[in-house]
């Protein structure tokens, strides 16, 4: 037909139109409820049968059932205004299908009435009902009005609009200070005590930083595990096996079915590379053992000195791990997030105070005669309050910085360290001096072969 216009099925656009079908169904069965509501009250017939305490009055009846049909009504009006205005974004392949004001007033009124007459119970309800409807008010009981003149009442707006005025003018003073527009004498210089205080605190922060991207590490032990996809898969497909047999077993107990032994999970091992370094030589060994002649194999008999040398290293590197997760970790991350964070949200108190001071100056400055003798006392409470964050400042920094846990902490992990590396060198160191006579032995007799 000529009124038709055709929209190419690309995109989402089938998507869309199907959603816009869907909210005016939406909204046509929101319609015949309030109608069936609207009747209900019209006629004076509950739709759960109940004794007659609690019906409304006739006139009462009339008008919250004139309020539901209203409701019907506008509810029909908002899903064709939406219907027809998403139609009309598609048509003209608008980018966006959004909502509407129209249709959002008139979905506004329905919600309306809808509180309005869940609270009504006799006719001055009811009118107070119809005068929010007109003006889409939210509120539509005394006591809701009642609780929000309480609230309000005990806002001190003054008190409100001074903060917001100062937040404004300490965001338009950091605006001219970043743009280079106030002049260096303009701005109000900081005790030289504070500005070193502050560059230490900054550089203490930084030096947690660093090292904490680094030692971050040792919160897991698999850190240097060498990745096997195999054995992943091998770990995880006998964790499942495991959990299907018993889970099977716990089932059937009871039944007439054979229900199979349970069995006990594996045992955790632990990821780490002196742990796989140990293992592997074991492997190692045992294959060659397994030969003939592998008893008396020099490198079967070396693999299992390289393997009881690490398995012993492996046990000081879970000690390691433990020791600096305990000891270094947890309170170098500690002391970054509390004390030190702490020292910076007061140097930031500060900032703003200094910003406040700064815009009650300039405000004074450019001040009429009428108005001097306010700014003048604003200026006054702003020095003093930059004077008191400034005193709590320093001493939050100084804490800060006097604070020895940091050394201590550092202290500790290199104590763990050095424990660990002198396991690991007296294990290697007693096992070397076989190796190296086996390796020896072997040598002399290979070129002893080779002579003959």
């Given amino acids: 037909m000529a009124w038709m216009q055709l929209v190419e099925n ?127 008010l939210s509120t539509t009981t005394m006591e809701s009005w009642t609780r929000l003149s309480t609230s309000l009442s005990n806002i001190d707006f003054g008190a409100s609009a001074n903060k917001l005025a100062k ?87 009871g039944t007439n079915l054979p229900a199979p032994t349970e069995i006990a999970p594996p ?6 590379l002196p742990h796989a370094l140990g293992r592997s030589a074991t492997t190692a060994a045992n294959a060659i053992k397994a030969t003939t002649s592998g008893a008396e194999d020099k490198l079967g008999k070396a693999l299992t000195l390289y393997a009881e040398g690490w398995d012993k290293i492996s046990t000081a590197r879970v000690q390691h791990d433990i020791t600096v997760r305990d000891q270094f970790l947890h309170p170098w991350q500690q002391t970054l997030s509390t004390s030190i964070n702490v020292a910076v949200k007061a140097r930031q108190a500060v900032r703003v105070s200094r910003l406040e001071l700064d815009a009650a100056k300039q405000t004074l400055k450019n001040a009429s005669p009428a108005k001097q003798e306010q700014a003048r006392i604003e200026v006054e409470n702003a020095e003093d309050d930059l004077v008191q964050k400034t005193e709590v400042a320093i001493t939050l920094m100084k804490t800060v910085l006097e604070n020895p846990e940091p050394l201590k902490n550092l202290n500790e992990l290199a104590k763990a360290q050095l424990m660990y590396f002198s396991a690991a060198a007296e294990s290697l160191s007693g096992i070397q001096g076989e190796v190296e006579e086996l390796s020896v032995a072997a040598e002399g007799e290979y070129r002893k072969s080779r002579d003959h």
Avoid: W
């Fill in 10 to 136: 690309a995109g989402s656009a089938a998507r869309d139109y199907c959603m816009l079908e869907r909210n005016l169904l939406a909204h046509i069965k929101l319609a015949l409820l309030f109608s069936l509501l609207s009747s209900s009250f019209i006629l004076r017939a509950g739709l759960v049968p109940d004794d007659q305490q609690g019906r409304l009055s006739g006139a009462t009846s009339t008008a919250v059932a004139s309020l539901q049909f209203f409701a019907a009504i506008a509810t029909v009006i908002a899903g064709a205004y939406e219907y027809y205005s998403g139609y009309r974004d598609l048509r003209k392949m608008h980018a966006f299908l959004v909502a509407v004001k129209p249709h959002l007033a008139l979905v506004s009124v329905v919600a309306t009435v809808q509180t309005a007459r869940a609270s009504v119970g006799d006719i001055t309800s009811c009118v107070t009902a119809l005068a929010a409807v007109s003006t889409l």
């Fill in 267 to 272: 045992a955790q091992i632990h990821k780490t």
């Fill in 167 to 253: 937040g404004f003018n300490s965001s338009v003073q950091a605006t001219r200070e970043r743009l280079g527009t106030v002049a260096p004498e303009e701005i109000t210089e900081l005790p030289q005590e504070y500005r070193d205080l502050e560059a230490r605190v900054d550089a203490l922060k930084a030096a947690h930083v660093a090292l904490l991207k680094i030692t971050t590490v040792y919160s897991t032990e698999n850190y240097d595990y060498p990745v096997v996809i195999a054995e992943n898969i091998t770990e995880l497909s006998t964790t499942i096996g495991v959990g299907i047999n018993n889970l099977a077993s716990t089932s059937l107990k």
